[in-house]
């Protein structure tokens, strides 16, 4: 079984950062893209960022300039970093990769738990 699990959310002031961190782990033969979503109260969960294989991001227009997305291939592991935090970036943030788990099957999607992220003064 393919795992992701999420830490670094929190309550942070408007303006400040705070670093998402997601950790793959189980049978993983590939990870293919790794991103971030998230969902306000009575909202759609959107897309935040994502980064393939290669290194090739994109971002939703909320919050480019202000967010940026990494990875650790050797590690399985991807990053948000986000900065000049504003109230309406609160979410429960969630990671997700399109893993291949074993060699021959057909990849699949995969999300975790989900992080808290609060801005608010």
């Known amino acids: 079984q393919v795992q992701l699990v999420e830490s670094g959310g929190g309550l942070v002031q408007p303006g400040g950062s705070l670093r998402l961190s997601c950790a793959a782990s189980?049978?993983?033969?590939?990870?293919?893209?790794m991103g971030w979503f998230r969902q306000a109260p009575g909202k759609e969960r959107e897309l935040v960022a994502r980064?393939?294989?290669?290194?090739?991001?994109n971002f939703a227009d909320s919050v480019r300039g202000r967010f940026t997305i990494s990875r650790d291939n050797a590690k399985k592991m991807v990053y948000l970093q986000m900065n000049s935090l504003k109230p309406e970036d609160t979410a429960v943030y969630y990671c997700?990769?399109?893993?291949?788990?074993?060699?021959?099957?057909?990849?699949?999607?995969?999300w975790g738990q989900g992080t808290q992220v609060t801005v608010s003064s």
């Open positions: 189980g049978r993983i033969f590939i990870t293919n893209t």
């Open positions: 980064i393939n294989s290669g290194g090739s991001t």
């Open positions: 997700n990769a399109n893993i291949v788990p074993v060699l021959g099957l057909s990849p699949g999607n995969y």
